[in-house]
């Protein structure tokens, strides 16, 4: 029987990689149904999907829209747990099937957080990070109480994600989880880490390593106006202008944050004190 968790892989010029990505999904046990969503790549991944796999739901964008495409994903999904993959990372197999039972399990959870190897003897960091979570954890609860996440290592129960209107479009792929966490811990779901959960990440190396730092910038600092009270949003400004100073091609994200300062002055909203508590005992600001 199907596992009730669906794979939403986005993808842009990436063709080869989503080849071998598609290959381990369709071998997993659980059988999840996965859906493709294509970034307006423009060396005919759609094409080569349909070719190889037809049976796979590929959704092409018609632009590259950033960790939003997700959304379209999950809009297509039927099941109701989400787990989203990269074209360049894939889940081990029996670990959405364990996924569901724990969602099944818990339902004041909104999302598990896995742990996700980076090679043989190589873990993410941010999983390290997240196994000593000082926000401890609740009875009963099936890991680590977390506040945030790395997304191709993630499950989602879909109408808590649908809720939140899921990733912000303007954010793009560097940090966009984040926002993402605060708003579902805001709603008041449970997010945990899992470390029995496992996927495997093999970053491309057709990553833009320089264009991913612009927008980790940029949205650290987004999240801060949008969210933060005045005081935190004075120590993360101050310490992304730090980061900048060391590192120049940071300057960029700082740019590109502050002309989205209409939009951030239209749309802020604090989170609640017991959000804005917990991130500053994960000290991010």
Same mark, same amino acid.
């Given at each position: ?52 796999? =037809? ?37 081990? =197999? ?12 818990? =339902? ?25 979570? =000082? ?151």
């Amino acid at each position: 029987m199907p596992a009730d968790v669906a794979v939403v892989v986005i993808t842009r010029d990436r063709g080869r990689e989503l080849m071998r990505t598609r290959e381990r999904l369709v071998a997993l046990p659980e059988r999840p149904e996965v859906v493709v969503v294509d970034n307006g790549s423009r060396d005919g991944t759609p094409e080569r999907v349909a070719e190889r796999f =037809p049976g796979v739901r590929v959704l092409a964008q018609d632009r590259d829209r950033g960790a939003s495409a997700r959304t379209a994903g999950v809009l297509a999904a039927a099941a109701p747990y989400v787990a989203f993959c990269d074209d360049d990372s894939w889940w081990e =197999p029996g670990a959405l099937g364990r996924a569901a039972d724990l969602l099944d399990e818990h =339902p004041d959870v909104a999302l598990l957080a896995a742990r996700i190897t980076l090679g043989p003897d190589a873990v993410e960091p941010t999983c390290e990070a997240m196994e000593a979570s =000082p926000l401890g954890g609740r009875d009963g609860l099936p890991g680590p109480r977390v506040l945030g996440f790395v997304a191709c290592g993630a499950v989602v129960r879909r109408r808590a994600y649908l809720a939140t209107g899921g990733f912000e479009p303007r954010w793009g792929v560097g940090g966009e989880e984040q926002p993402l966490a605060a708003e579902l811990a805001d709603r008041g779901w449970e997010l945990c880490y899992v470390r029995e959960l496992l996927a495997h990440h093999r970053p491309s190396s057709q990553r833009d390593a320089a264009a991913r730092r612009v927008a980790e910038t940029r949205n650290a600092l987004w999240f801060a106006w949008l969210r933060r009270p005045a005081r935190s949003v004075a120590r993360v400004t101050a310490r992304e202008l730090r980061r900048a100073a060391r590192e120049p091609g940071r300057w960029a994200g700082v740019l590109a944050a502050a002309r989205g300062l209409p939009w951030v002055l239209r749309s802020r909203r604090v989170a609640g004190a017991r959000v804005e508590h917990e991130l500053r005992r994960l000290k991010l600001g």
